[in-house]
């Protein structure tokens, strides 16, 4: 049950690293796009030798709350420049994001 969840995350999230991208060329911008280039700019570290579900949910918990603390930042630098498009993108993955940490949670205790 918990590998499929895993393999949803997964596929989201590499739908979301496409989304980010095709915003940043709309701006004007330069996305990276080396898996070297996102580890060396994560704040969310690698994890190995996972052995436990309980571990894995915990540390994929721990990486939510990390990816939710940047996003309310981009929400927050995109509301100061205006750029409703950016706006929207992150307030959807904020939404989404912390309906996926309530899951989590509820599955977890």
């Known amino acids: 049950e918990l ?3 895993f ?11 496409d989304e980010i991208a095709e915003r940043i060329l709309t701006l004007g911008g330069t996305p990276l ?19 436990s579900s309980q ?7 721990e990486s939510f709350e990390i990816l939710l603390i940047q996003e309310r930042e981009i929400l927050q630098i995109a509301s100061d420049a205006n750029d409703e498009g950016s706006n929207a993108l992150m307030s ?3 939404r989404q ?5 309530w899951m989590y949670r509820a599955y977890n205790s």
């Open 7 to 17: 393999e949803e995350l997964y596929n989201d999230l590499n739908l979301k690293v």
């Open 33 to 51: 796009h080396t898996y070297s280039d996102y580890y060396k700019l994560s704040k969310i570290q690698e994890s190995s030798h996972l052995n």
């Open 3 to 5: 590998h499929l969840k």
């Open 97 to 101: 994001l912390e309906k996926m940490v």
């Open 55 to 61: 571990v894995c949910l915990a540390n994929i918990l």
């Open 92 to 94: 959807d993955y904020i």
